[in-house]
């Protein structure tokens, strides 16, 4: 069984960086898609970036393609979200996920969950 166990949410202000990161057990972790969603409060949980094992691509919303990298260190079972000049907009839960068998960009596409780290963004 996967569990994806995330860290180092937090409250920063408009235009400072974090890096949430998702430790990854249970499995081998390079046999698995690897993806970051977001939920907002009142709002859908909507996809922010993934990191494919089919075919090693890197895959980002729009909103955030110019200042938030996906990365992951397969020493270590850990996925990482380097988020850069956050907004206020960017607060929300996120939320990492796995999938072992396709490329998804959608929550139905992802097999596994953690529970949530919070990060807020003041203005």
């Known amino acids: 069984q996967v569990l994806l166990t995330e860290s180092g949410g937090g409250l920063v202000q408009a235009g400072a960086s974090l890096r949430p990161g998702c430790l990854f057990s249970?499995?081998?972790?390079?046999?698995?898609?690897m993806g970051w969603f977001r939920q907002a409060p009142g709002k859908a949980r909507e996809f922010v970036a993934a990191t494919s094992r089919i075919d090693d691509m890197t895959h980002y919303v729009d909103s955030v393609k110019t200042r938030f990298t996906v990365s992951r260190d397969n020493a270590k079972n850990m996925f990482y979200l380097q988020m850069n000049n956050l907004k206020p907009e960017d607060t929300a839960v996120y939320y990492c996920?796995?999938?072992?068998?396709?490329?998804?960009?959608?929550?139905?596409?992802?097999?596994?969950w953690g529970q949530g780290t919070h990060v807020t963004v003041s203005s």
């Open positions: 249970g499995r081998t972790f390079g046999s698995y898609t």
């Open positions: 996920a796995a999938n072992h068998d396709r490329n998804a960009t959608t929550t139905t596409g992802y097999d596994y």
